[in-house]
Structures are given as C-alpha cells and as structure tokens.
T-cell receptor, first 116, second 110 residues
C-alpha cells in the first residue's frame, strides 16, 4: 500500500532553468493537489487536478507555472525559468474523493526545490 | 477570498503542560480538518469536524468545532515530546481544495 510518492525529494536548479516535480497519488486516488510551503510558513494551495483536468488553479502563478495530470503517469508540476523566490517545499496530496465530498488528503514527502 | 487564521504562531511548553491552538475562518466552513507536520516531514491528517459544536477526542487530543462553524480548536492535555511539530487547521475551498492556516509550531521542553 504505497502512499503518495514524490520525486525528486531534493532538486537544485540555477536561475533560468526548468524544474519538473512529479507526484504519484495513492492507488485508486484520482484527485491531486499541489501546495507550496515556504520555511516557517503554512501550506499555500496552488492547483487541484483530476485525471486530465484542471479543476482549480486559482493558487498558481499565471506565468512560468503549469501543472498536468495525464491519463497515464504521474502528475507534473512544471516551473519554467526558475527564480530564487521559487525556492520552497512543494507538497503533493491526493484524495479518494473530491469536491464537496469528505476528502481526507494524503500528503507526499515533498520536493525541496533550491534555486541558486 | 476565504482566509483561515491560526493563533498562536508559536507555543513553547514544558512537558506535561497543556497546549491549545485556535483557528478562525473569515467565512462559515462546511467542515474543518486538522493536520500535524513534524519537523522536516509532511502534513499528516489528524481529524475532520463537520457538525456545528462537534467535539472529538483522540487520546490526549480534543478537537472542537464552533457553533457558528467559523472557528475550531485543538487542545492537547499533558504534552509529551512526541507532540512536537506544527499543527495546521484547514478549511475546504469551494472546489474541494484545502485552505490552510499558517499553523502553530509547538515545542516541548523535557
């Protein structure tokens, strides 16, 4: 019973490079959420996806950030042309149900992105 | 937009003392969830409260949901060093995402 998996666990990029963060939800879960956490801060919602659909991307910056959850394979959070301010821990969570249903979210271990 | 506020931001207690963190929402919540994040770890679900005035207990942890469903609290009785971490409350957004408070970081001195 594997939990939510994220890779890489640590990612170092130079300014201007691209960062790709992957998330495999728990088996049977089709709802995926991405959150960003700065040191000593709470979790800030970025985007909510279901298979092949973006349900809510209200928390995601309009530029440089994109997310997908294809029919096959993990969910990907992509950050283009990274800047130092993108350095943070990025957590993915998945749930069995979504929307208005009871939706306990199971979090992955996170990817800690450092931009040099 | 919907906001969830938590106080205090930090709490230092002596082992054996009690601890309480408070959560307030700017809007009425359909439910509220509580998570714990150990240092260097990821958030782990603790509980969900749904009903107005609901009280739930998990061993030394007591969770309350306010009558107006706009506030909640988590109380830990007789803290232990294993309780160290950051406790987050989260309200559900309109689409099912979670809106987290900034958390209360608990440190316990043995």
């Amino acid at each position: 019973n594997a939990g939510v998996m994220q890779n890489p666990r640590h990612l170092v990029r130079r300014r201007g490079q691209e960062a790709r963060l992957r998330c495999s939800p728990m088996k049977g879960h089709s709802h995926v959420y991405w959150y960003r956490q700065l040191p000593e801060e709470g979790l800030k919602f970025m985007v909510y996806l279901q298979k092949e659909n973006i349900i809510d991307e209200s928390g995601m910056p309009k530029e440089r950030f994109s997310a997908e959850f294809p029919k096959e394979g993990p969910s990907i959070l992509r950050i283009q042309q990274v800047v130092r301010g993108d350095s943070a821990a990025y957590f993915c969570a998945s749930s069995l149900l979504g929307g208005s249903s009871y939706n306990e979210q199971f979090f992955g271990p996170g990817t800690r992105l450092t931009v040099l | 937009g919907q906001q969830v506020m938590q106080i205090p931001q930090y709490q230092h207690v002596q082992e054996g003392e009690d601890f309480t963190t408070y959560c307030n929402s700017s809007t009425t919540l359909s439910n509220i969830q509580w998570y714990k994040q150990r240092p260097g770890g990821h958030p782990v679900f603790l509980i969900q409260l749904v009903k107005s005035g609901e009280v739930k207990k998990q061993k030394r942890l007591t969770f309350q949901f306010g009558e107006a469903k706009k506030n909640s609290s988590l109380h830990i009785t007789a803290t232990q060093t294993t309780d160290v971490g950051t406790y987050f409350c989260a309200g559900r957004g309109s689409q099912g995402n979670l809106i987290f408070g900034k958390g209360t970081k608990l440190s316990v001195k043995p």
